[in-house]
């Protein structure tokens, strides 16, 4: 029911002088209303978890430096696949499938809201910490990386002055 057809109900039944039906349908409309603010938070509060989600996969680009930009795109896509079905599933939920004004607006305001608000900071610091924490695994992947190369230089070496050595006999 939409508040245009409960408001032509309550404006009806005050012309019939029917002062408990025009109640019933006032209270009808507060309802609705309370449903489409409730419905719109959830909007909102969406919006700002796939903007959040949006940034963890910024935060692990940033991490894990990505050299070639099809991985980048596959990211982008899935991650676009996973934001369509969830805001279809919202809007399947709450109002059966049928994509509403107010939703998309809080699904974007509360996306833009968020980034402003938190994103920012959110990614920037996150990535710091995360840098911090990784730096002695770093360090240690290295150490581990300069060995490897020795250890088969060595053996390297070893194979061409044993194979050296077989020629000349």
């Known amino acids: 029911k939409s ?3 409960e408001s032509m109900k309550v404006y009806e039944r005050l012309q019939a002088e029917d002062v408990e039906g025009a109640r019933k349908a006032v209270s009808m409309i507060a309802k609705l209303i309370w449903w ?16 959040l989600e949006y940034d963890c996969i910024r935060i692990f680009r940033r991490v894990i430096r990505h050299k070639n930009i099809w991985v980048m795109s596959a990211e982008d896509i ?6 369509a079905v969830t805001v279809f599933c919202m809007t399947y939920e709450v109002n059966d499938g049928i994509l509403r004004g107010f939703l998309v607006t809080g699904f974007l305001a509360g996306a833009v809201l968020y980034r402003y608000a938190f994103g920012t900071f959110f990614v920037k610091y996150t990535t710091k910490f995360i840098n911090l924490c990784l730096k002695p695994l770093k360090k240690a992947l290295c150490l581990i990386k300069i060995g490897v190369h020795k250890i088969t230089g060595c053996i390297k070496a070893a194979a061409v002055r044993k194979r050296g050595q077989g020629n000349e006999v």
Do not use: H, N
């Open 3 to 5: 508040l245009k057809t």
């Open 36 to 51: 489409e603010g409730r419905t719109l938070l959830s909007a909102l509060f969406l919006g700002m978890v796939l903007a």
């Open 78 to 83: 899935l991650y676009w696949i996973y934001a």
